[in-house]
Nanobody, 124 residues
Framework: VQLQASGGGLVQAGGSLRLSCAAS????????MAWFRQAPGKEREFVAA????????SYEESVKGRFTISRDNAKNTVYLQMNSLKPEDTAVYYC??????????????????WGQGTLVTVSS
């Protein structure tokens, strides 16, 4: 399974971006999908996850109310809408897929498939 993340870029604080992650596999609809991020000099951290149906989501505390994860199984794509961006959101954002569809994990070790990352830079 290949995951292709896109949508990153440079944005001013308070602005918005929408990240997309397209999956190559038709089995995408069975996977829980997530976004992680890694800022320079820091460990990779969980951002948001969504179960196979879109009915359950989970968010890291600092992005609650600002970020929204969603998916379109017909298009094999997961999205991360990011609003009210802050300089501390600057990071490389990775999408990931968990083949166990019935959990919504925040642990990166639970995710089998990873995209290449897309850079988000938020200027102050």
């Amino acid at each position: 399974v290949q995951l292709q993340a896109s949508g990153g870029g440079l944005v001013q604080a308070g602005g918005s971006l929408r990240l997309s992650c397209a999956a190559s596999a038709r089995t995408f609809s069975r996977y829980t999908m997530a976004w992680f991020r890694q800022a320079p000099g820091k460990e990779r951290e969980f951002v948001a996850a969504i179960d196979w149906s879109g009915g359950r989501t989970s968010y890291e505390e600092s992005v609650k109310g600002r970020f929204t994860i969603s998916r379109d199984n017909a298009k094999n794509t997961v999205y991360l809408q990011m609003n009210s961006l802050k300089p501390e959101d600057t990071a490389v954002y990775y999408c990931a897929g968990d083949t166990y569809a019935y959990r919504v994990s925040t642990r990166d070790n639970d995710y089998t498939y990873w995209g290449q990352g897309t850079l988000v830079t938020v200027s102050s």
